[in-house]
């Protein structure tokens, strides 16, 4: 595979001059460790990291499943990320009496670290490129559903031959390219996770939801974890070094994370249909969570603290999705995306590309590029129609509530686990069944309450998708209203205890028959209609769509060669940039900013919420050096799931950390810019001097800093 | 007429024993000044007010053509309303310096009163029925289109006669009964109005969203203004005398406001058109908007003052929508509904009604009622496909601002105005145009910022509902991305200024046509399909609504004779109840609250945002007697527009002031309810406690109750 790869990228050079867009510019790409940009970074940095560095940075990073990034920076297990990826695990540490989401939290002593519910990380340790594998177990005949479900096996195979749950191994076959490539990432899996240090939320997140994706900022964005092994503190193979220098303006760096997913090698029919449909729907749902959850904590304290953590992540996902929605409605964008698509598909229709490069074998193998544009548009088609079911049934938004969740899955082990293992669900495969079941049996809190006012609005808004006289949402609501049929169903479950979720899951079909449970009724009454809809959309939308990416995807290389990246899939990437502020409404936005002006913010704000200092940070303020570097941001390129990564230099260095993204970078979903899309991080500078000055952490600054 | 009626309800006292519902129940019914509930309240309470009474009452209330009601409580022209009916004056009055709405708001001389932009307020002298005159005018061969127009002819030839600009007289012919009955309502028009006194809004809206609609509340939801004539006082023929000694429980009450809007006579088709299509597109949209505004309010203090009376009203409205739209989706309220229309039915369709009480002119007059039904069934299914063109462009939705509801109004009037005035729209009638001249003319100042914040925005909605390729979304954002073609128009255009667009209205079309204004020429790039959309909904479901509707009110009248009441239409209502608790989970809600109670609740909350009081509050505090009541709950019949109404005891004195529902009265759009549903009042004793001992305004005491 990797010699035909060179192969059709030594063809594609001699056809480069045909192409009128450059395919990659500025400091753009998320790119693959095993595939790193040595060239790019040699002709414009003069800096080539080599294997080891390449292997140490790898080793040094951390993937939170919770959706985040880390990274080690001690010798004894410290994981650092940011504080709105460890929020939700300091809400489940947290008590009514007790809110270190909040207030804050540091253990002094190990004994005082607090261990993570169903808190997972992985460090990756190997990758190796099974494309071969997964393509020759996909015969060319097969329908698209036979084609979905024979990849998927063969998938399984694989990860369950590489993983081994007893040495905390983790294997993953990740789809890159959009099905052009399949590589297995093998992982490192630690589950015993402890909590050793946050910031008070004021200003881990100061300037809240006003402030978020905008800059200048002043965020400590900080979280400080300890890994554990057999009750001990890991020795990790690899961490990063800790950097008292900081970085200076234009200083390259590099940022090794986890970015979730970006859609930048999509067609143009698929940015229309999020443009026209997918983020509609999605915005109109996020709104309507915004108001539920916005109203309901600011009743109460208590409201607050069950409620907040999961209206930051809508309120999160919501201003980015405007952005991303405000540059999918920008024709300048759109023509580039066009004019990216006219140079690709003149290339699959060249004399040269068809004859030329391609083998018989290989047309036969891949089809007809040019005819993919047509069948992902005709995908798209239909995923509009189907966005109601697939959301709503299908995902089972429609019945929001984490008990109707562990319903939903006891429901599905009943009748999964006895198939074989190749023909079941993927998330019950082997390799992923363990993963499963620490989040099933998890002893993270809920509250009723609560659970309440979520199932009973998105059963409202069930109700209002289908009308209230479709007979599946009468059958649901069963002749009560939203209100009182969630009450019902919130009240009467007993999924709610986790004891109750492990005999009902050891129990099988049986128990899971016997069990007399609303909640397990109602998983029950939607699971056929359900699976039905997940079904349809994965062979009709999904498969499609895949084999055509995966062609497209061909030609792209055959086109660019290594000049290229994947889009991200939440597995690790290197980034590069250099420290450079922009220009915005014609003003300069300087690089950095400094600990002063976090409390000329907050003074200009009134000093009131979500401006208002902690006490500490006002008590403190005579200590601090008001000039330290605070946050900065750099031209690298990143997205959700970003978040936490480690900004490192030249040498390998923690200069500062991940925790968002100006607002012009909320269009990297789709298009790298390097003129005023911003990552922005902590500085380490500003980490250490609050460490020691705000919080009295002088154990920890010497972890990290060994003095 | 009369004549007519009476005897149709004659007719109805001997169909009545066939009937199986009682039509109206409790302390049910918003009734018209001219059929008050007599026999009811001589039976429930043995008190009958007379004419003299009733006049007084009716000529003592007042209503904010802002959208609210109010009465005049002394001989020198005060007018007290709520403060979130005067917010809007309020607002407008502040300047980024001085923030009246926040701060409150006291002008110890008249010198001191702040003149309000583009307020009017009516007083009802008189009401006519016209019935006759307006159904003659509609013969009965006529097209919708056409008995539309001549209905719409007939009403502003009625409307001309009685008004009289000069001496301030309005006159508006109501719809009432659907269609049913046609009133005209004779009013003295104020538009010289002055803000007098507000308390702080933190204590006016104490609890702000997450105590809206609930009770028990703490809530001085006040505000004084005064009305003038000539740069004088007005003393008005009839204000209310202020009542020190307040209520006691189980005391008959009065309410005179002007409820809105309800939909008691709705059939089951059109009430199922709002729970599946029109509340829920109404709440997508609130939530929408609510987010917006509260993300964008939070950015600064400048921000807040510009948007939150917006917010507030959004969040308002959404709340209500969310009670309304859960009684709809309760399919107890529904079969309540189902066997009312059964009840309805089966009269229209009886041989009594179709043989006996009409006469063969009136059948022909009136069409055959039981198919009224299926008109209007046709309707709501005809509506729910033009729910995006009549909101986005008929309404104007998709272009947020108030400079393109100005354009709008400028591009129309030099269209209608040379019109003959039966056949120019309805709101630019000889009777309406003056108030239209006063809202176009406004002094009102508007933010840039905010006028960009919104346009782009509603442009974004507008694009993602038809989609980005749609013809006229592409010509209405010409290239553009929403916030590009948003800063464009708001930047560009010249009807900001009063002045412009005086000069433009004189104008004419030439002045229009001449004007090279782009949002002059986004409001004429829309007009061809805004107007044909508003006629397409008036011809093909208002008026066939109208129509049908108009059958079943008659045949209601012949069922329940005057023991009933019309709908809610924005026009001066009567409504009676006790001062009353009740009872929720169980436990019994008390029906006063004291001051002491407003302390407990900040303390409990943390006095913190929205339960925070105001700094004279907490001073004053020892100086208050804290048993005094503050809020109380009655059965009164409301609905929104009631805000600001007096409570009036037996003796037509002010006893309170209404200034919400509780969240059990959310469902009253549609159904009365006496069990829980309750009307929450601002208790007169509270409002005197507080002026003296908090606010110093001994003035205000005296003129309000002589001592």
Same mark, same amino acid.
């Given at each position: 595979?990797?010699?035909?790869?060179?192969?059709?990228?030594?063809?594609?050079?001699?056809?480069?001059?045909?192409?009128?867009?450059?395919?990659?510019?500025?400091?753009?790409?998320?790119?693959?460790?095993?595939?790193?940009?040595?060239?790019?970074?040699?002709?414009?940095?003069?800096?080539?990291?080599?294997?080891?560095?390449?292997?140490?940075?790898?080793?040094?990073?951390?993937?939170?499943?919770?959706?985040?990034?880390?990274?080690?920076?001690?010798?004894?297990?410290?994981?650092?990320?940011?504080?709105?990826?460890?929020?939700?695990?300091?809400?489940?540490?947290?008590?009514?009496?007790?809110?270190?989401?909040?207030?804050?939290?540091?253990?002094?002593?190990?004994?005082?670290?607090?261990?993570?519910?169903?808190?997972?990380?992985?460090?990756?340790?190997?990758?190796?490129?099974?494309?071969?594998?997964?393509?020759?177990?996909?015969?060319?005949?097969?329908?698209?559903?036979?084609?979905?479900?024979?990849?998927?096996?063969?998938?399984?195979?694989?990860?369950?031959?590489?993983?081994?749950?007893?040495?905390?191994?983790?294997?993953?076959?990740?789809?890159?390219?959009?099905?052009?490539?399949?590589?297995?990432?093998?992982?490192?899996?630690?589950?015993?996770?402890?909590?050793?240090?946050?910031?008070?939320?004021?200003?881990?997140?100061?300037?809240?939801?006003?402030?978020?994706?905008?800059?200048?900022?002043?965020?400590?964005?900080?979280?400080?974890?300890?890994?554990?092994?057999?009750?001990?503190?890991?020795?990790?193979?690899?961490?990063?070094?800790?950097?008292?220098?900081?970085?200076?303006?234009?200083?390259?760096?590099?940022?090794?994370?986890?970015?979730?997913?970006?859609?930048?090698?999509?067609?143009?029919?698929?940015?229309?249909?999020?443009?026209?449909?997918?983020?509609?729907?999605?915005?109109?749902?996020?709104?309507?969570?915004?108001?539920?959850?916005?109203?309901?904590?600011?009743?109460?304290?208590?409201?607050?603290?069950?409620?907040?953590?999961?209206?930051?992540?809508?309120?999160?996902?919501?201003?980015?999705?405007?952005?991303?929605?405000?540059?999918?409605?920008?024709?300048?964008?759109?023509?580039?995306?066009?004019?990216?698509?006219?140079?690709?598909?003149?290339?699959?229709?060249?004399?040269?590309?068809?004859?030329?490069? /391609?083998?018989?074998? +290989?047309?036969?193998?891949?089809?007809?590029? &040019? @005819? $993919?544009?047509?069948? %992902?548009?005709? *995908?798209?088609?239909?995923?509009?129609?189907?966005?109601?079911?697939?959301?709503?049934?299908?995902?089972?938004?429609?019945?929001?509530?984490?008990?109707?969740?562990?319903?939903?899955?006891?429901?599905?082990?009943?009748?999964?686990?006895?198939?074989?293992?190749?023909?079941?669900?993927?998330?019950?495969?082997?390799?992923?069944?363990?993963?499963?079941?620490?989040?099933?049996?998890?002893?993270?809190?809920?509250?009723?309450?609560?659970?309440?006012?979520?199932?009973?609005?998105?059963?409202?808004?069930?109700?209002?998708?289908?009308?209230?006289?479709?007979?599946?949402?009468?059958?649901?609501?069963?002749?009560?209203?939203?209100?009182?049929?969630?009450?019902?169903?919130?009240?009467?479950?007993?999924?709610?205890?986790?004891?109750?979720? /492990?005999?009902?899951? +050891?129990?099988?079909?049986?128990?899971?028959? &016997? @069990? $007399?449970?609303?909640? %397990?009724?109602? *998983?029950?009454?939607?699971?056929?209609?359900?699976?039905?809809?997940?079904?349809?959309?994965?062979?009709?939308?999904?498969?499609?769509?895949?084999?055509?990416?995966?062609?497209?995807?061909?030609?792209?290389?055959?086109?660019?060669?290594?000049?290229?990246?994947?889009?991200?899939?939440?597995?690790?990437?290197?980034?590069?940039?250099?420290?450079?502020?922009?220009?915005?409404?014609?003003?300069?936005?300087?690089?950095?900013?400094?600990?002063?002006?976090?409390?000329?913010?907050?003074?200009?704000?009134?000093?009131?919420?979500?401006?208002?200092?902690?006490?500490?940070?006002?008590?403190?303020?005579?200590?601090?050096?008001?000039?330290?570097?605070?946050?900065?941001?750099?031209?690298?390129?990143?997205?959700?799931?970003?978040?936490?990564?480690?900004?490192?230099?030249?040498?390998?260095?923690?200069?500062?950390?991940?925790?968002?993204?100006?607002?012009?970078?909320?269009?990297?979903?789709?298009?790298?810019?390097?003129?005023?899309?911003?990552?922005?991080?902590?500085?380490?500078?500003?980490?250490?001097?609050?460490?020691?000055?705000?919080?009295?952490?002088?154990?920890?600054?010497?972890?990290?800093?060994?003095?």
């Amino acid at each position: 595979m990797t010699q035909r790869t060179r192969l059709v990228a030594a063809g594609a050079v001699m056809l480069l001059t045909m192409s009128s867009t450059a395919p990659a510019f500025g400091d753009e790409g998320m790119w693959l460790f095993n595939a790193p940009p040595l060239k790019q970074l040699q002709e414009k940095y003069q800096f080539e990291p080599d294997a080891k560095w390449l292997d140490h940075v790898q080793k040094s990073s951390v993937r939170f499943n919770s959706g985040g990034s880390g990274s080690f920076v001690s010798a004894t297990g410290l994981v650092m990320t940011n504080h709105h990826v460890g929020a939700g695990d300091l809400q489940k540490a947290s008590t009514l009496e007790k809110n270190y989401l909040r207030d804050g939290f540091h253990a002094k002593t190990p004994a005082d670290e607090i261990k993570c519910e169903a808190l997972e990380l992985n460090v990756l340790q190997s990758i190796e490129n099974v494309t071969e594998q997964v393509t020759a177990a996909v015969k060319a005949d097969l329908a698209p559903a036979e084609a979905f479900q024979a990849r998927q096996a063969k998938i399984g195979q694989i990860e369950k031959a590489a993983s081994d749950d007893a040495k905390h191994v983790r294997a993953d076959v990740v789809t890159l390219f959009a099905g052009g490539q399949y590589h297995l990432y093998v992982y490192k899996k630690y589950t015993d996770i402890r909590i050793v240090f946050a910031p008070e939320k004021a200003v881990a997140f100061f300037g809240g939801d006003p402030d978020n994706f905008e800059y200048p900022r002043y965020d400590l964005d900080i979280c400080f974890f300890r890994v554990y092994e057999n009750d001990k503190p890991v020795a990790p193979a690899h961490y990063l070094k800790w950097s008292e220098a900081g970085t200076t303006e234009n200083e390259l760096i590099f940022v090794s994370g986890h970015p979730g997913r970006t859609t930048r090698q999509n067609t143009v029919a698929e940015l229309e249909y999020q443009r026209d449909t997918g983020y509609p729907y999605l915005l109109q749902r996020l709104f309507r969570g915004e108001v539920l959850l916005n109203s309901w904590t600011q009743r109460s304290a208590a409201n607050m603290q069950k409620g907040e953590e999961d209206l930051f992540g809508i309120q999160n996902s919501r201003k980015a999705r405007i952005g991303g929605l405000q540059g999918l409605l920008d024709p300048k964008l759109m023509a580039r995306k066009m004019a990216e698509e006219k140079r690709l598909r003149e290339f699959v229709t060249s004399r040269g590309y068809l004859n030329g490069v /391609r083998t018989p074998a +290989e047309t036969a193998a891949i089809g007809n590029p &040019a @005819a $993919a544009f047509d069948t %992902i548009a005709a *995908a798209e088609k239909l995923r509009a129609t189907m966005i109601n079911d697939a959301t709503l049934i299908g995902n089972g938004s429609a019945f929001n509530s984490a008990y109707f969740g562990y319903a939903r899955t006891l429901v599905r082990a009943a009748a999964e686990k006895p198939k074989p293992a190749a023909e079941r669900l993927p998330e019950f495969g082997d390799a992923r069944l363990k993963s499963l079941e620490e989040a099933l049996f998890t002893k993270e809190p809920h509250f009723d309450d609560f659970e309440m006012l979520k199932l009973a609005d998105s059963l409202t808004a069930f109700a209002n998708q289908y009308g209230a006289n479709d007979a599946l949402v009468k059958q649901v609501l069963a002749g009560k209203s939203p209100r009182d049929r969630a009450a019902e169903l919130v009240g009467g479950t007993k999924v709610k205890d986790p004891a109750v979720r /492990r005999k009902l899951y +050891e129990g099988g079909q049986a128990a899971v028959d &016997a @069990a $007399a449970d609303p909640m %397990i009724d109602l *998983a029950k009454l939607v699971d056929a209609k359900a699976r039905e809809v997940r079904k349809a959309f994965e062979t009709t939308v999904d498969e499609p769509k895949r084999q055509a990416y995966a062609a497209l995807a061909k030609a792209r290389y055959a086109l660019d060669g290594t000049n290229t990246y994947p889009d991200a899939t939440f597995t690790l990437r290197l980034s590069y940039g250099t420290v450079k502020g922009y220009t915005e409404d014609g003003k300069p936005v300087p690089a950095y900013t400094t600990m002063d002006g976090l409390y000329a913010r907050s003074a200009e704000q009134g000093n009131k919420y979500p401006f208002e200092l902690p006490p500490r940070w006002v008590e403190r303020k005579a200590k601090l050096n008001l000039s330290t570097p605070f946050n900065f941001v750099s031209t690298a390129d990143i997205i959700g799931g970003n978040s936490g990564s480690p900004v490192v230099n030249k040498k390998g260095e923690v200069v500062g950390i991940i925790f968002d993204g100006n607002i012009q970078s909320l269009v990297l979903d789709f298009v790298y810019d390097q003129e005023q899309a911003r990552a922005v991080s902590v500085d380490s500078r500003a980490i250490v001097e609050a460490l020691a000055k705000v919080y009295d952490a002088a154990g920890l600054v010497t972890e990290l800093t060994g003095k």
